[in-house]
């Protein structure tokens, strides 16, 4: 089910609202608990419902394991049973999503046939398979206490973050569903949840959908693009992805808030980063922590000289890459912001400063190439927008221009519709004007939630935010990391 449809805005949600809330008046918390659990397995199913059995089967393995580790009860050391859970998990995950990725490849290095298995991918798989992982590790650390399986399910199922992040951490959840006074309803908790929601509704189908049509024309549609169009392109996609998953996060933090349940900030104003590091401090924070605590430091992080660290940073985000995608574009996606990452400790190391602006410029403009693989399906579509990003050859600029520079034609500048292979012409300049102001000028929703207060400005703030949201949802659009 997605947040931005009438579905889940006028019915799910209000319904899953006063029927937990019910539960807790009259004190039958377990049965609220219960409720939850249900609501967001439904939730979960509403595409497919096939695909249950496998979260079902994945949370109660997971669960006996962690008492397992947690208890010291296995007949094998401590080490081989975690060994056993992540090699189980990721084992889970690899069949569904990179099955037919090794499949390919095997086929194409000892030219063989074997046919492709076409696997759907089951919603939502990387993320409560990494948040699952990371609890196995944590019992193993003894850093978890005894829940109760439908407590357990909770925590994994949670429909605000059960789909597409942030990946969770069960001691910043756990505390929270037990939390008495978070049984009753927080009118003020609803105020600030309604307000964040509609942020993320209009982030979503007025910002990321508008950009979402410029950018597949790009790269999936034209055949070829001038200089103008390849930089539409990249920069539509760039923005749509940043308004794309901004836009769930908030509506997922602003659905929690509502249950009374604060999710981790996972995205803030990673665009006003000025360099790589600060990049993925602010860009889907969770996923950066669980690669920092979970793969980095196990690796040895930063401990064993400069060789090893940067490896390190490598092999991390290289796998970071994979974890988006069964594709070679996503490892080289990976790969690029790896090296970057090298680039910028050595750097440091050295003690060169750049000044803030030219340190943002370089900062945005890699991040901007690199989402070039990210987004494309073939090497050759990165390659085509890519090319034609850095060509002088196929230069044309707006037929009014034509006048004043007409001594441009001498060096095969032409002029015309400037945007005619992707459906674009002024309006996306202005809209990419408007996305770099909103994006480097207000502050982020993390800013906003800290100084939220209840008056009748943001009262009617969130009204007609929300109302040009729900007016928009006119087709059905999901969220680009639901395919990850």
């Known amino acids: 089910?997605?947040?931005?449809?009438?579905?889940?805005?006028?019915?799910?949600?209000?319904?899953?609202?006063?029927?937990?809330?019910?539960?807790?008046?009259?004190?039958?918390?377990q049965a609220s608990k219960g409720l939850l659990v249900f609501s967001s397995l439904f939730f979960y199913s509403w595409w497919n419902i096939s695909y249950l059995p496998i979260i079902l089967v994945s949370m109660l393995f997971n669960y006996l394991l962690g008492n397992i580790l947690a208890n010291g009860t296995s007949k094998f050391s401590k080490k081989s049973t975690l060994i056993i859970g992540i090699v189980a998990n990721l084992s889970l995950l690899g069949y569904f999503k990179y099955a037919d990725f090794l499949i390919e490849n095997f086929n194409l290095a000892f030219s063989n046939n074997v046919p492709l298995l076409h696997l759907a991918l089951p919603l939502a798989i990387s993320f409560f398979t990494f948040q699952q992982i990371s609890y196995l590790v944590d019992s193993y650390r003894k850093e978890t206490k005894e829940y109760d399986f439908l407590n357990y399910a909770l925590f994994v199922t949670f429909f605000p973050q059960l789909i597409a992040g942030p990946i969770v951490h069960h001691k910043e959840m756990m505390p929270q569903f037990a939390k008495t006074r978070n049984k009753i309803i927080n009118y003020n908790n609803i105020a600030l949840g309604l307000f964040i929601f509609a942020i993320g509704l209009f982030k979503k189908v007025i910002i990321a959908d508008t950009f979402a049509t410029w950018a597949t024309a790009g790269f999936d549609v034209a055949t070829t693009l001038n200089l103008f169009e390849a930089w539409a392109t990249s920069l539509s996609y760039t923005f749509q992805l940043?308004?794309?998953?901004?836009?769930?996060?908030?509506?997922?933090?602003?659905?929690?808030?509502?249950?009374?349940?604060?999710?981790?900030?996972?995205?803030?104003?990673?665009?006003?980063?000025?360099?790589?590091?600060?990049?993925?401090?602010?860009?889907?924070?969770?996923?950066?922590?669980?690669?920092?605590?979970?793969?980095?430091i196990p690796l040895g992080g930063n401990r064993k000289g400069s060789f090893r660290t940067y490896a390190n940073l490598m092999t991390t985000f290289i796998i970071g890459g994979l974890w988006h995608g069964a594709g070679w574009t996503f490892v080289f996606w990976g790969f690029l912001h790896g090296l970057a990452l090298v680039i910028h400790r050595a750097w440091s190391n050295l003690g060169f400063k750049l000044w803030g602006w030219v340190a943002w410029f370089i900062t945005f403009n890699f991040i901007n190439i690199a989402w070039v693989f990210f987004r494309a399906k073939e090497w050759d579509d990165a390659i085509k927008v890519l090319s034609s990003m850095f060509s002088l050859d196929n230069v044309v600029l707006p037929k009014v221009l034509e006048s004043h520079l007409a001594f441009l034609k001498d060096f095969s500048v032409n002029f015309g519709y400037f945007g005619i292979h992707i459906g674009a012409e002024i309006e996306s300049v202005l809209w990419l004007i408007t996305a770099f102001i909103i994006t480097l000028l207000f502050k982020s929703s993390a800013e906003q939630l800290e100084n939220f207060k209840l008056n009748y400005s943001t009262a009617i703030f969130t009204g007609i935010t929300l109302l040009i949201g729900l007016i928009s949802l006119n087709k059905v659009s999901e969220f680009l990391y639901f395919n990850f």
């Open 242 to 296: 940043y308004f794309d998953f901004s836009g769930y996060t908030d509506m997922a933090i602003g659905a929690a808030l509502l249950f009374n349940i604060k999710l981790p900030i996972n995205f803030n104003s990673p665009y006003k980063a000025k360099n790589i590091q600060d990049f993925w401090r602010r860009w889907h924070i969770t996923l950066s922590r669980f690669l920092r605590d979970y793969i980095y």
């Open 1 to 29: 089910m997605l947040f931005n449809s009438y579905e889940f805005i006028f019915a799910f949600l209000p319904i899953t609202f006063i029927l937990y809330f019910y539960l807790n008046h009259k004190r039958l918390t």
